[in-house]
């Protein structure tokens, strides 16, 4: 249902708020993604917003002033809280409604807006006097692992003869991440302390992380959730699917190294992962679900409760990631950020689908407003790798900056900062805003 495309997705829709109308613009009326934003001016609580160029429409303020009726009206109600959670639990019919009455009421020509223009401006907020906040409360946090080039990549790192460990073309691979330390896009990050252990040294010492990395993700938020013991079918997995953000999970290669055999990782990765502030939903991305990654003829076909045709046909999503860098030395001298990569979504080798159904096919309860990550997105070519451990070949390769700097992990004053974009003939550019973290120095209050 979220794939059908309908009135909302017409690229002639042009909306009243003037900046959704530029080409260049994330947001246009036929996006529509759903945040959390606090006014930096008032004292009000933190409210449900949907982004429209550089605007962000107050739900709630919006609902008060004019009609909304039913699954409209129950869907704005789910948003009177402060996160999107109770949005997100009732299914894609709740958000399909609000997103059919907020699109009719954001065109260029509504009628409502023509006889409500103060009332209805007056829910606009502009989006740099607003501060962004997590989206959601996120309950359980996981880690997939599903972009083939990236496990090889790596994989052939440690053991070359043998990249890809016999499980990978059956298994979607995944580990359980911390969500207490997931912050919001614009949030520093500082560098964590851990055990690393040099290859020739006899003993492992503890300090700050020398090899810094962000990894490029795509997150996807779980909404309505299933029971304890009652696994989701393939078929229904998009229905457990409320939208998708853009992620960095920040690695510490070093910790990761000396401390993920035989569990896998841990303090490595939970320092610290970083979400952008709006979530696309399901239906915004229904045009760009034009290519999906194409098993090679001698690969196993998945096991049959991960396969399904419509799955295999359409499962994937068009959707380019980018990576740029800044460092310190860089923004002193005021030059534009630099990309390190660009990558695409459709190029898993998992779908979103089949990662959901695996995680609920041993009976795990989902619940809503769970996350869900990707894995770093890289592709078949160097600069489609989506970390800088697969960029740098494991640091032999150094980057080099405009500023005359090289980089072989990230260092004390960079910033990561992580774009994403659908685009498709025939249809209007969306975007996902940005993932943006700086990076700070390590705590020196460890002993
Ligand atoms: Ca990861």
């Known amino acids: 249902m979220s794939r059908l495309i309908n009135e909302t997705h017409d690229p002639k829709l042009k909306s009243w708020v003037e900046s959704a109308n530029d080409p260049n613009t994330d947001f246009p009326i036929q996006n529509l993604p759903l945040g959390v ?28 002033a004019v009609h909304f009726d039913k699954l409209a009206a129950e869907a704005v109600r789910a948003c009177a809280g402060s996160s999107l959670n109770s949005l997100m639990a009732p299914g894609t019919e709740h958000c399909s409604a609000l997103r059919e009455r907020l699109s009719r009421l954001l065109r260029a020509d509504s009628k409502e807006y023509k006889s409500n223009k103060k009332t209805l401006e007056k829910c606009l907020v502009p989006m740099d006097s607003a501060q962004l906040l997590l989206p959601v409360e996120i309950g359980d946090y996981t880690d997939f692992y599903s972009s083939i080039h990236h496990a090889t990549n790596v994989g052939s790192m440690f053991r070359p003869d043998n990249p890809l460990l016999p499980n990978y073309k059956y298994v979607p691979i995944g580990y359980h991440g911390r969500s207490s330390s997931i912050v919001v896009s614009g949030t520093s990050v500082r560098r964590p302390n851990g055990q690393t252990k040099d290859d020739d040294a006899q003993e492992p010492f503890f300090g700050p992380c020398r090899l810094l990395d962000y990894e490029l993700e795509v997150g996807f938020f779980v909404g309505p959730g299933n029971s304890i013991g009652e696994p989701i079918k393939i078929k229904d997995a998009e229905n457990h699917i409320f939208g998708l953000c ?3 999970d920040w690695s510490a290669r070093d910790i990761q190294k000396w401390e993920y055999q035989p569990l896998g990782p841990f303090l490595g990765k939970s320092f610290a992962t970083t979400l952008s502030s709006w979530v ?3 239906e915004a991305l229904a045009p760009f679900r034009n290519g999906v990654f194409k098993r090679a003829d001698n690969d196993p076909k998945p096991l049959p409760y991960l396969d399904i045709a419509e799955d295999q046909e359409h499962g994937g999503i068009d959707l380019t990631l980018e990576v740029f860098i800044t460092s310190e030395k860089m923004r002193n001298q005021k030059m534009v950020p630099m990309r390190l990569s660009q990558g695409n979504f459709k190029d898993m080798y998992w779908t979103i689908a089949q990662m959901l159904t695996h995680h609920a096919s041993n009976g795990c309860n989902l619940r809503p407003g769970d996350l869900m990550g990707s894995g770093t997105v890289s592709g078949a070519t160097k600069d489609s790798r989506g970390c800088l451990l697969e960029l740098a070949s494991r640091g032999s390769e150094p980057i080099q900056l405009p500023s005359g700097e090289a980089r072989r992990f990230l260092q004390d004053g960079d ?11 025939g249809f209007r550019r969306i975007g996902f805003g940005e993932c943006r973290g700086p990076v700070l120095p390590a705590s020196n209050k460890t002993t």
Not at 37 to 64: D, H, M, T, W, Y
Not at 415 to 425: G, L
Request: charged letters at 20%; glycine letters at 4%.
């Open 37 to 64: 934003f606090k006014s930096r001016s008032s004292n009000e609580p933190p409210r449900v917003g949907v982004a429209i160029g550089n605007q962000i429409l107050n739900v709630k303020a919006c609902s008060e």
């Open 246 to 248: 853009l992620l960095n």
């Open 280 to 282: 696309v939903t399901m």
């Open 415 to 425: 910033e990561v900062i992580m774009h994403a974009y659908c685009q498709r003939q």
